[in-house]
T-cell receptor
């Protein structure tokens, strides 16, 4: 599976949109972009995933560039409870594992 | 409540002791896996199973055994605990079918300390 690059940390004001970028320039055509988050030391929580089209669910929106080399996770109205480490993962579904990098520590400030 | 249940939540072992970490899911998920997370690092796959009776090794399998006798349960056994196995252990599962169509559900973790 392709590797991903994310900023180490980001801050966001409570109530504002949090935009978390991810670069995955070596992504293959059959690989999906997944986002998970980990609050404190809890188990990772699935947020959203997509292949080519932009996706939206009750938690977030995922914007994938047309060339698929990068994506952005958007939390539309960040709350203090969204403070977590966010992982961007490229995954084909046929691999044996999700490969977690270092992720982005998002801190939502009051 | 539906989900992945891990027990115990905390455990302290002496070097050389053995123990079993339990993982159970009630979502009829076909795929189950065990990860470990060391401080400040991402998760690494230990073992996984694609169905009852089928298991395989992940990235860091040494010192661990698994079995999958039922769809619901996937225990992880530490054969002879070592301080290097001090970590947080997570169990995960995903539904049948093409796994790229679904997210994984993770348990809340077992925090293991080996002294």
């Amino acid at each position: 599976d392709a590797k991903t690059t994310q900023p180490t940390s980001m801050d966001c004001a409570e109530g504002r949109a949090a935009n978390l970028p991810c670069n995955h320039s070596t992504i293959s055509g059959n690989e999906y972009v997944y986002w998970y988050r980990q609050i404190h030391s809890q188990g990772p929580q699935y947020i959203i995933h997509g292949l080519k089209n932009n996706e939206t669910n009750e938690m977030a929106s995922l914007i994938i560039t047309e060339d698929r080399k990068s994506s952005t996770l958007i939390l539309p109205h960040a709350t203090l409870r969204d403070t977590a480490v966010y992982y961007c993962i490229v995954y084909s579904g046929s691999a044996r594992q999700l490969t977690f990098g270092s992720g982005t520590q998002l801190t939502v400030l009051p | 409540n539906a989900g992945v249940t891990q027990t115990p939540k905390f455990q302290v072992l002496k070097t050389g002791q053995s123990m079993t970490l339990q993982c159970a899911q009630d979502m009829n998920h076909e795929y189950m896996s065990w990860y470990r997370q060391d401080p400040g690092m991402g998760l690494r796959l230990i073992h996984y199973s694609v169905g009852a009776g089928i298991t395989d090794q992940g990235e860091v399998p040494n010192g661990y055994n698994v079995s999958r006798s039922t769809t619901e349960d996937f225990p992880l056994r530490l054969l002879s605990a070592a301080p290097s196995q001090t970590s947080v252990y997570f169990c995960a599962s995903s539904p049948p079918g093409r796994r790229s169509n679904y997210g994984y559900t993770f348990g809340s973790g077992t925090r293991l300390t080996v002294v």
